[in-house]
C-alpha cells in the first residue's frame, strides 16, 4: 500500500478541468465509463453533476478516500448549508440525520443505536432472518419455476429483516418499502421524493411516541429510550430511523448485482456450491466489485485550507470520495477488474470508513451471506428465465440494481 502522498503541493494554475458527471442508466454491473476516465486522469479530479451549484472534487485513490473520510478537517454538516452540487434532484437530510453530522455529535447519535449493530446484535436476528427467508424460498419453490426473484426474495427478505430490526410492524412494510424506493429514486422528481420523506419521518414520529417508555432490544426501543434520558432529541431520533430504514433498500441492490454475477459467471456459483467455507470471503469480494451506486454518494465540505495527493483544496470547497474506484485501485487490489472469490486481504471499502462507516454493514453482510448460501443450496439447476440482455437495471436509481430477475430451476 502507498504511503501517504498528501504534502506534496501544486500551485492552484494546475487545477485539473471540471468534468461534467451525467447520470447515467448503465447496463448490469458495467464499471462507470465516465469514472473510469476521471481515474485515469488522476487520483485528484473535479466534477459537476447534474443537480446542485458549482463544482466538486473527486478524490479515487484508495489511500487518499481513506484520508478524506477519516480527516476532521473534512466535515458532513457543512454540507447542509450549502447547495453542493450532486446527482439527485433532492437533499435527503432531516433535522439530526447521523449522516451529515460531525463528531462529536455524530458520536452522540451513532451510540443511541450502537447495540443493535454489534456482533451480538446482529448475530441475535441470524436465525430469524433466516427463519423468514426460509418461508419465502418454501413460497417460491411451492410455486415453481419460473420465478422473479427480485420480486420473491430481494425485496421482502431486506425489507422483513430491516423492519425487524426497526421493530415496524408486519403490516406496515409495504410502506416501508414504496417510500424508499421514491426517495432513493432520481426519476420520480423533488416533490415526489420529499413527499415520501416526510412521510416516512411522520411514521417514525408517530411510532416513537407510541414506543416512547417501552424499551426494547430494536432500533425504535433503543432510540426512544435514548429520547427517555435526554441523550438525543426526538428529531434526531426520527432522522436516525429514517436514514437506518432506507439502508436496507441497498442489500435488496446490491445482492440482485450478486445474483446476476453468480449466474452469468456459473463457474463462480458451483464453487460457492461446492465449497461452503468460501462464501465469506466471496461475499466481500462481491462488495468490493459491484458498483454499488451510481456516480458518487455525500460530500464533504474542506474547513481549511489543505492538500491531497498534490492538489490544493481551499476551504469551503466541496469534496467528493469514490468508494467505486478506491475498491478498483491496483495498488491496493491485484488484478481489480478481476472476480477472486478467495481475495485476500480484501480491505474494500464499499460500506464506506471512517467515522461514517456504514452503520448497518454487519447486518447487510449477515443478509448477503444468508441470501447467496439460501440461492446456491436450495435452487439446483438455477439459471436466467430470458436472455441475459432482456434483463433492465431500475431507471434513475442513485443505487443500483437489477429490476427484475426472472430465473428458473
Known amino acids: 500500500m502507498r504511503k501517504d502522498t498528501t504534502t506534496t503541493t501544486t500551485t492552484t494554475d494546475e487545477r485539473p478541468p471540471v468534468r461534467f458527471w451525467p447520470a447515467q442508466d448503465l447496463f448490469g454491473v458495467d464499471f462507470d465509463p465516465v469514472l473510469a476516465e476521471l481515474m485515469r486522469e488522476g487520483p485528484v479530479t473535479r466534477i459537476k453533476l447534474p443537480n446542485g451549484e458549482g463544482w466538486a472534487w473527486l478524490v479515487s485513490r484508495y489511500d487518499d478516500v481513506r484520508m478524506v473520510t477519516n480527516d476532521p478537517r473534512f466535515s458532513r454538516k457543512a454540507v447542509v448549508e450549502n447547495d453542493v452540487t450532486r446527482l439527485a434532484p433532492h437533499f435527503i437530510p432531516v433535522d439530526g440525520a447521523v449522516g451529515f453530522e460531525d463528531p462529536p455529535d455524530h458520536t452522540r447519535l451513532r451510540r443511541a443505536v450502537a447495540a443493535a449493530f454489534t456482533s451480538r446484535g446482529v448475530e441475535r436476528l441470524r436465525e430469524r432472518a433466516q427463519e423468514m427467508l426460509d418461508e419465502l424460498v418454501d413460497g417460491v419453490l411451492r410455486d415453481g419455476p419460473p420465478a422473479d426473484l427480485t420480486e ?6 431486506p425489507l422483513a429483516v430491516v423492519c425487524e430490526l426497526m421493530g415496524v410492524p408486519e403490516p406496515d412494510r409495504p410502506r416501508m418499502h414504496e417510500w424508499t424506493y421514491r426517495i432513493l429514486s432520481s426519476s420520480n422528481g423533488v416533490e415526489v421524493s420529499e413527499q415520501a420523506k416526510t412521510q416516512m419521518c411522520a411514521y417514525f414520529a408517530e411510532l416513537l411516541r407510541k414506543r416512547r417508555g417501552t424499551g426494547g432490544e430494536d432500533v425504535i426501543g433503543l432510540l ?35 445474483v446476476y454475477i453468480l449466474l452469468t459467471h456459473p463457474e463462480h456459483l458451483a464453487r460457492l456450491r461446492a465449497d461452503p467455507d468460501l462464501r465469506p470471503s466471496a461475499i466481500d469480494e462481491l462488495l468490493r466489485y459491484i458498483p454499488h451506486r451510481s456516480a458518487v454518494g455525500l460530500s464533504r465540505i474542506a474547513m481549511e485550507d489543505l492538500t491531497v495527493a498534490g492538489h490544493d483544496i481551499k476551504a469551503g470547497e466541496a469534496v467528493y470520495v469514490s468508494y467505486l474506484a478506491a475498491n478498483r485501485d491496483p495498488d491496493v487490489f491485484p488484478e481489480p477488474e478481476e472476480i477472486v472469490l478467495d481475495r485476500s486481504p480484501n480491505p474494500h471499502v464499499a460500506f464506506g470508513y471512517g467515522p461514517h462507516y456504514c452503520v448497518g454493514g454487519m447486518l447487510a453482510k449477515l443478509e ?11 435452487f439446483p439447476g438455477l439459471r436466467f428465465a430470458v436472455p441475459v440482455e432482456e434483463l433492465r437495471w431500475r431507471p434513475g436509481a442513485l443505487i443500483r440494481g437489477p429490476e427484475s430477475l426472472p430465473v428458473t430451476w
Open 368 to 378: 448477503s451471506e444468508l441470501l447467496v448460501a439460501t440461492l446456491a443450496d436450495r
Open 224 to 258: 426512544g429510550t435514548a429520547v427517555v434520558n435526554g441523550e438525543i432529541t426526538e428529531s434526531e431520533a426520527v432522522g436516525l430511523a429514517l436514514l437506518i430504514q432506507i439502508g436496507g433498500e441497498a442489500v435488496t441492490n446490491n445482492c440482485g448485482n450478486m
Open 152 to 157: 420473491r426474495l430481494l425485496v421482502p427478505f
